[in-house]
């Protein structure tokens, strides 16, 4: 067997440790403190993500139509993550069950209104564009209104 045979096969067999140690994890069940955490983590970021997409939408006619695009897609996809992240852990209690319940709706109002700020802003419709970031502002400070009541 040469060298470049074994040093494959080592790095296979670490892979799949890793792999199989990353399900062992990932398969744990979570504490309510620790889905409690996880929610607020995603609420801010996607906050973060709200924020900069309504700071965006408010200056779109002085920025470059592809940087505006660009940036508010990252700002979609930001919030996507967030959206899946919560989706995907496991819901210990009915404690966490209603923080889900209440972080969820926000989330997805904020693709929405996201989607549409990023609609309006290339097709340069001025009135969608203000309605859509009249929205993002909402859900941004709803968002925060999770953080600080979740915290």
């Known amino acids: 067997m040469t060298l470049r045979r074994v040093r494959w096969r080592l ?5 799949v440790v890793a792999l199989a140690g ?7 069940p979570a504490t309510a403190e620790d ?23 408010d200056h779109s006619d002085r920025a470059p139509g592809t940087f505006t695009d660009a940036a508010l897609s990252d700002a979609r996809d930001g919030v996507t993550a967030a959206l ?3 989706a995907d852990l496991d819901v210990p209690d ?21 989607g549409d ?5 290339g097709d340069g419709d001025s009135a969608t ?16 209104d999770f953080v600080r009541s979740a915290s």
């Open 22 to 28: 990353g399900v062992v994890v990932a398969s744990l």
């Open 84 to 86: 899946g992240d919560v």
């Open 35 to 57: 889905y409690r955490d996880a929610a607020v983590t995603d609420a801010r970021d996607a906050a973060s993500a709200v924020g900069t997409a309504a700071l965006l939408g």
């Open 94 to 114: 009915d404690a966490s069950r209603e923080l889900r319940d209440r972080l969820l709706p926000l989330l997805h109002r904020a693709v929405a209104a996201i």
């Open 11 to 15: 790095v296979a067999v670490v892979a």
């Open 129 to 144: 564009l203000e309605d859509a970031v009249t929205r993002l502002r909402d859900v941004h400070s709803a968002l925060d």
């Open 117 to 121: 700020a990023s609609r309006a802003a």
